[in-house]
């Protein structure tokens, strides 16, 4: 079969920032990949893996269909998503006035009363940020995960509790409704948030991944439908919610059948059988309303059944894809604030350059978040695109991008000082609000636990039957304005389906390794990646089966480097994808210092920086700030 390649942009083009090597000619091709074509994402995957519920039940035993393309997208879906995001950029307005009652002033002294930011909520109530949570046919906006990210950013800019407690909240707690529930179930669903209201979901710890919420639910199904019961003391909007969206065990038995979803609602529930309890105070996102419920014996219609008996664990893992995915999309325009606090820390006040002790953390963090973009903004694409296989790259994207995130928030407290504690400044108050919030939206070290209980049972059968055979992915994954199918929670795989960013790592390493002077730069990185998988593969392959794995630190390391091998990938494919439009973007130093340091943290040999290429990233940030765009791949203006 022959082998699609992805050309390289002209190397006389791309690579003349680096002053000190010179470019290749221009007759030099890239190598073409050799590896065999994999089979295609569309069709029935099954996986032997075995089902362990102690283990948050990351795979279990099943079969994954994927009948059929979903409806494409319109060809302005991108635009429009886009369009939307400028202008509630521009409603919320600027962020650093302190009179504006959108400001980050005014977000962070609601935070301090551990008050929702009454103003800001109603004016996204007016902007009908409920309709991006509802899919197209229904009414909504909802066409893919991409875009409803880039739609969803203005909010986490200013503030993530906000962003969860009137945002995707509601997405978290719909998703099995979109993946599985009938049409009465959809259309109320959607009457809800295109009304303004709120959903929340109810949860057993697998959801979670977060040591705030450990009990679950439990019904008992009986002649006219089913009895529930049990408690949790921290669900957000448990209060606020016009519906609840309950993943209740209806079985005794561990399994991958032990678990039901149910959708309720408030307003028809027996108070004699159900208890509000306290509001629970956090650490971080003090403006989201958390707070428990207590069902004792309460009944339940047999017709708020989602889907069928036992489908809650295999709904919960499909929905995890996007939950995981969307966070991290969005919850890099949170760090994107503390990054332009810094920057304006080092060079306010200052006729001179910024002092040069400040070059390598201030570029580091910035190439750091164009690359958490890459790894976001694939695995989203990858949702609509490749929504059979998509599940393994979406725990690696959540794995990585928190625990970079997490890094650059220390890195950039050196830089802004004093100036980082002072919690009330809308110019230096984001870095310690953002360090609180992380673990509690679910980023913190539990939420990194749980995704490597997905991607540890996979990693030996990945390795068996995938790395380093399978076809690499379609260019439309990667390419900015590529037209893709429509986001199907229904089609979305939870076991089995190869491993598309290992195939583009293969490809990417292939194509770069023909280029030279600072192309021999990156080509040295992505087939220093590559090595790394190949070493990966020969370890993975001595895993023992069984859950012991699970247990074993020295598996778990294993995740842990899997998972940045495919955030290189999604580095590299970014990189290759570039058309020419953004001359930042598709000039090779980002990706050259993003890839070093992801090197540099795996301990794998990697070639020295070459001059120039902090240098070049540094001048765009510095360009970016002073312009007021977005430290993204998109370079958005804020505050049209």
């Known amino acids: 079969m022959t082998h699609r390649t992805r050309r390289v942009k002209d190397p006389a083009r791309v690579l003349g920032r680096f002053p000190s090597i010179a470019p290749p000619g221009r007759d030099q091709e890239p190598a073409a990949s050799t590896h065999r074509p994999r089979t295609p994402p569309h069709t029935r995957a099954r996986t032997d893996t075995p089902y362990d519920e102690e283990a948050n039940a990351a795979v279990m035993t099943t079969t994954a269909e994927t009948p059929g393309h979903p409806t494409v997208t319109r060809g302005r879906a991108e635009a429009d998503a886009r369009s939307r995001a400028q202008r509630l950029e521009a409603r ?25 930011p009454a103003e800001t909520e109603a004016l996204l109530t007016d902007e009908g940020l409920g309709a991006e949570f509802v899919p197209a046919r229904l009414g909504g906006r909802l066409t893919r995960a991409d875009l409803l990210a880039r739609a969803l950013r203005p909010v986490f800019r200013r ?15 719909a998703g099995a409704v979109w993946a599985q529930g009938d049409t009465r179930q959809r259309q109320e669903m959607a009457g809800l948030l295109l009304g303004g209201g709120r959903a929340t979901i109810l949860h057993h710890e697998l959801a979670h991944a977060n040591a705030i919420l450990r009990h679950e639910f439990t019904a008992r199904q009986g002649p006219d439908g089913y009895r529930v019961g049990g408690r949790k003391d921290v669900i957000i909007n448990a209060r606020r919610a016009g519906l609840q969206v309950v993943y209740a065990r209806t079985e005794p038995a561990r399994g991958p059948r032990s678990h039901s979803v149910l959708l309720l609602d408030p307003a028809q529930q027996d108070t004699a059988h159900l208890r509000h309890l306290p509001r629970v105070e956090t650490s971080g996102m003090r403006g989201a309303l958390f707070s428990g419920l207590e069902f004792t014996d309460c009944p339940v219609p047999a ?124 110019q230096y108050g984001a870095l310690d609000k ?48 590529a037209e893709l199918p429509d986001l199907d929670y229904s089609l979305l795989g939870i076991a089995g389906g190869g491993d598309f960013m290992a195939a583009s790592l293969v490809a990417s390493a292939d194509r770069t390794a023909a280029l030279r002077g600072p192309g021999a730069h990156l080509g040295a990185l992505a087939g220093a ?24 630190p020295a598996v778990v390391r294993l995740s842990d480097r899997y998972a940045r091998v495919a955030g290189a990938a999604a ?41 120039g290429v902090q240098d070049t990233v540094l001048g765009e940030l510095l360009r970016r700030h002073r312009e007021d765009l977005s430290c993204d791949l998109d370079a958005l203006a804020y505050t049209p």
């Open 303 to 426: 017709d708020a059944l989602v889907g069928s008996p036992g489908d809650g664990v295999g709904l919960a893992l499909r929905a995890f894809q996007v939950n995981r995915s969307l966070i991290c999309g969005v919850v890099t325009a949170a760090a994107d604030t503390v990054l332009h606090s810094a920057v304006r820390a080092a060079t306010e006040n200052r006729a001179k350059p910024v002092a040069r002790r400040w070059h390598k953390p201030l570029a580091g963090v910035f190439a750091d978040l164009l690359a958490c973009d890459a790894m976001a903004t694939v695995v989203l694409r990858a949702l609509s695109l490749l929504p059979a296989s998509a599940h393994v790259l979406a725990a690696a994207v959540k794995y990585v991008v928190p625990d970079l995130l997490r890094e650059n928030l220390e890195e950039l407290a050196t830089v802004l000082g004093a100036r980082g504690h002072d919690h009330a400044s809308p």
């Open 529 to 552: 990646f590559a090595t790394e998988l190949r070493t990966l593969r020969e370890q993975c392959r001595r895993i023992p089966p069984g859950t012991a794995a699970l247990n074993d």
């Open 571 to 611: 580095v590299l494919g970014t990189w290759e994808s570039q058309d020419g439009t953004d001359p930042f973007l598709t000039d090779p130093a980002w990706a050259v210092l993003a890839l070093t340091r992801t090197g540099q943290r795996l301990g794998i040999p990697v070639p020295q920086l070459p001059d």
């Open 159 to 173: 503030d993530v509790a906000l962003g969860f407690g009137h945002g995707i909240i509601s997405l978290f707690a």
């Open 434 to 481: 953002l360090v609180r919030d992380l673990p509690v939206a679910g980023l913190g070290h539990a939420g990194s636990a749980s995704c490597q209980a997905v991607l540890v049972p996979q990693l030996r059968g990945l390795a068996e039957r995938s790395w380093f055979v399978e076809q690499e992915p379609p260019p439309q994954l990667f390419a900015a304005g």
């Open 92 to 116: 919320l307005g600027d962020p650093y006035d302190p009179a504006n009652p959108h400001g980050l002033a005014a977000l962070f002294a609601a935070d301090a009363r551990r008050t929702p």
